[in-house]
């Protein structure tokens, strides 16, 4: 799993009209990305497919995380963010709205396997 874990959510996909998907087009395209073309809701004009996530560093309360924006199956834009345990926060890098919500869901699934660094 891309985030770690299925989650649910609202497709905002058409940031109008907010979706509540059904619980087969989220395992199959919501939560693995590259929805284009299997999903009627997703943007023909969208610049990514999917975001890849993953952790590069676990020291104490800060936590980072580097993702990857994909297109086609080619990275797009990157970066790394940091996210502290103590306030729930995301410090260094800044993510929009949607990446940010995404990044939490990863680093949510992170932190119930792994809750405290050693």
């Known amino acids: 799993m891309p985030l770690g874990d299925l989650w649910l959510g609202v497709c905002m996909a058409d940031t109008g009209t907010p979706f509540r998907p059904d619980g087969q087009t989220l395992s199959e395209a919501c939560n693995m990305g ?3 073309g299997r999903c009627p809701r997703f943007p023909v004009a969208a610049a990514a497919d999917a975001v890849r996530f993953c952790i590069s560093g676990d020291s104490g309360d800060l936590v980072q995380v580097m993702y990857a924006i994909e297109q086609n199956h080619h990275p797009r ?3 790394t963010v ?3 345990r103590s306030s729930g926060t995301f410090g260094a890098g800044k993510l929009d709205a949607h990446l940010e919500c995404q990044a ?3 680093i949510a699934s992170y932190l119930r396997r792994k809750p405290a660094a050693a």
């Open 82 to 84: 940091e996210y502290a």
């Open 77 to 79: 834009a990157h970066g």
């Open 34 to 36: 590259y929805a284009r």
């Open 104 to 106: 939490r869901a990863y």
